[in-house]
């Protein structure tokens, strides 16, 4: 009899894994991998568009034109032309596909704004020692002082920052009348290494720690560019960016925003608009939007990603960036040096570059040869055709790169491409982060960016890619510390462009069996949150492409925006994805959801023949049984009705599934943000039953 072989993925070594249920209940769980989106024709809906184009150059009889699309000569036999044309439409189907994953960063202008006059007043937190922090620190407390009380300036010394002492300064430098901080930590002297972003979240500890409520803003100085006119300045700076956007999803009410300044700041930029982004707008101006800055707890409508300019101020926004046309196809030309080289993703970006004639493929890791799998990749690829070395270096530490860079270069092998795909990745709130876990993260990816930069100096490149994360672009819970890394690279590419050299980077959602999905386990919930494993032979494809267009910055990632947008926006609302059609489309639209068994007709008749209080009975086990079914529990008994939601487990994601069992049920549009407004079943079937009623008057 014939046997059929099966492979079932493991956990490695020493990791374990809570399990989704409690012993002895005979009840099993298997984990599936996340699926892999590879049917380009049944995922993109404009599939036929490269099919037209090809056919009207047939049409026209335009044989120049349709020669330099299949990438062949006028007089190519046929046996010849076939392969050409499958190659095309393997190509175009690529195109196809990755062009729904392309984003990009763009800023739109913001209507000038006033500042609403209230009675709190500012403490502004200064890094000691940094004259240019100084300066902007007075100026911004002269103008939070026209709005409101004297605002203080507190010095603190950002190079050793102490989250004890810091949070006891914070009760001294304070009072009752107290709305907010205005940091300026991120201004702090920083080689990259992580001091500014580090000092930014000790201080975010201290005041969650101090248990005051408080809004937090966070100002920099270049460290994002609006545009080709106005580059990135400050690239480490920009890692408190990356900090940030987590941040805001982690503790929504303690988070204000961030407010980049011009590189040449003037009292008259600042003295502009910054006032009324911080404290809130006037109610001449605005349209009720959450005023009076400092209200922790709200859900801020306001912008939260800002950039000031002597010509005007611009919110960050992110949208699609589809290819902008045919350019010619990216070949490697020389050796080609990729960090990380043995793991995952750079043995997936080895495997093309070997393909499409890397004469050299020097690969650097921590362990070298000696990494798992070394041995198979390097025999691999040199059956592929290209020359291989596998090299032990850690590419933070100058000396030992500056040596192996030397060596190519005595050897004739001088590196004509850079693909830096090394990093860390590790899970931790900022509230439990500690400097060492902090700089492990950052230097990682970030020193060994600059060491290249700085070591490879004048070299003439062909590329310089820098594999970042969305956490960067977009944020991701418990990976604040990471989010600075990569918005730093994102930085960084830019930075480098500004300077005439080539950068491009490219910030990843998830790889379909690499990356993070593997090192950490986590493909299951990135999938149910949205985040869908790319197939990592299109997510190359993807990465040619960028380099064809000359791209700076692309954000490449599958993102279902339907089960994205709702959980992303579940405690406060985001102007950065508000231009992505699908999430319009998500936030406006209950999502119909699997309900629980009871009609809208029969609730509305019994709304009509009950009793308040029956029908609270009736919407109060609505309730439970929807809490019990998106937590995984036995029975609705097991959804106590006056336990908190959060200590039974609810999260982002739980919150919106349990909103759209309710929306579907009921018949009512509840927002993305319910179950945190009312705290445990209880108090969400009151306010159920009030928006019934409500409904039921007005029909």
Not at 479 to 504: C, I, M, S, V
Not at 528 to 550: I, K, S, T
Request: net charge negative; aromatic share 6%.
């Amino acid at each position: 009899q014939g046997v059929e072989v099966e492979w079932t993925k493991i956990l490695p070594p020493g990791r374990t894994i809570p399990l989704p249920t409690y012993a002895f209940q005979h009840q099993r769980f298997w984990v599936s991998p996340p699926p892999i989106r590879t049917d380009a024709a049944a995922a993109v809906p404009d599939q036929g568009r490269a099919g037209a184009e090809f056919w009207d150059v047939v049409d026209r009889g335009d044989v120049q034109a349709l020669v330099a699309d299949l990438g062949v000569d006028a007089e190519t036999p046929l046996r010849e032309l076939v392969p050409a044309l499958s190659e095309w439409r393997r190509r175009r189907d690529q195109d196809a596909m990755t062009d729904q994953w392309r984003y990009r960063v763009v800023w739109r202008a913001l209507r000038p704004t006033r500042a609403a006059a209230t009675q709190g007043r500012w403490l502004v937190v200064v890094p000691s020692g940094v004259a240019a922090a100084q300066e902007i620190a007075g100026q911004v407390a002269d103008v939070l002082a026209t709005v409101e009380g004297p605002a203080r300036i507190l010095d603190l010394d950002a190079a050793a920052p102490d989250r004890t002492a810091w949070t006891a300064l914070l009760a001294t430098h304070t009072d009752n009348d107290t709305t907010g901080i205005v940091s300026l930590l991120a201004m702090a002297h920083d080689d990259g290494s992580g001091v500014g972003v580090w000092a930014t979240m000790v201080l975010a500890q201290a005041v969650l720690d101090s248990g005051r409520a408080w809004r937090l803003w966070a100002l920099t100085q270049g460290a994002v560019g609006t545009g080709a006119g106005d580059p990135v300045q400050n690239p480490v700076q920009a890692q408190t960016w990356g900090a940030g956007r987590v941040i805001a999803l982690e503790h929504p009410g303690l988070w204000g925003g961030l407010i980049d300044l011009p590189s040449t700041a003037t009292g008259e930029v600042i003295r502009r608009d910054l006032a009324a982004l911080i404290v809130g707008r006037s109610d001449e101006d605005g349209d009720g939007e959450d005023r009076g800055g400092g209200a922790a707890g709200g859900r801020a409508e306001r912008e939260d990603q800002i950039a000031l300019r002597h010509e005007g101020t611009y919110g960050r926004r992110l949208v699609r960036a589809p290819s902008s046309g045919k350019p010619d196809a990216w070949r490697p030309s020389g050796p080609v040096l990729i960090t990380g080289g043995t793991g995952g993703l750079g043995a997936h970006v080895a495997r093309w570059m070997a393909t499409h004639g890397a004469e050299h493929l020097v690969l650097v890791s921590r362990r070298g040869q000696d990494a798992p799998g070394a041995a198979h990749l390097h025999a691999e690829l040199e059956r592929l055709g290209a020359r291989v070395t596998i090299a032990a270096c850690d590419i933070a530490d100058r000396t030992a790169l500056a040596t192996l860079l030397n060596k190519l270069r005595t050897d004739g092998d001088a590196i004509r491409t850079v693909v830096h795909t090394a990093g860390v990745v590790s899970y931790h709130q900022v509230k439990d982060l500690d400097a060492a876990e902090v700089s492990r993260v950052i230097t990682a990816k970030v020193m060994g960016a600059v060491l290249l930069d700085e070591l490879l100096g004048d070299t003439s490149l062909d590329a310089f890619v820098l594999f970042s994360s969305n956490a960067g672009v977009w944020g991701s819970g418990s990976q604040a510390h990471y989010a600075a890394a990569n918005a730093f690279l994102d930085g960084f590419a830019e930075w480098r462009r500004a300077r005439g050299k080539p950068g491009t980077s490219l910030a990843w959602g998830a790889w379909a069996g690499a990356g993070m999905v593997i090192e950490t386990g986590s493909g299951e919930l990135l999938q149910r949150q949205g985040v869908l494993a790319m197939d990592p032979a299109l997510a190359v494809a993807a990465l040619v492409r960028a380099l064809e267009d000359d791209e700076r910055f692309l954000a490449v990632a599958d993102i279902d925006w339907d089960a994205f947008a709702p959980t992303f926006t579940a405690h406060r609302r985001s102007p950065l994805i508000s231009e992505i059609e699908e999430v319009r489309e998500a936030l406006d639209v209950p999502v119909v959801a699997e309900a629980p068994g009871k009609s809208v007709t029969e609730l509305d008749q019994r709304l009509l023949s009950s009793d308040v209080n029956e029908l609270f009975d009736v919407v109060l086990g609505l309730v439970r049984e929807g809490v019990a079914a998106v937590l995984g529990f036995e029975s609705a008994d097991a959804a106590e009705a006056k336990r908190d939601f959060r200590e039974l487990g609810f999260d982002s994601l739980t919150a919106v599934q349990l909103r759209n069992r309710l929306n579907t049920v009921t018949g009512l549009r509840l927002s993305v943000t319910v179950v945190f407004d009312h705290p445990n079943s209880e108090a969400l079937a009151r306010f159920v039953c009030d928006a019934l009623s409500a409904k039921t008057a007005r029909e």
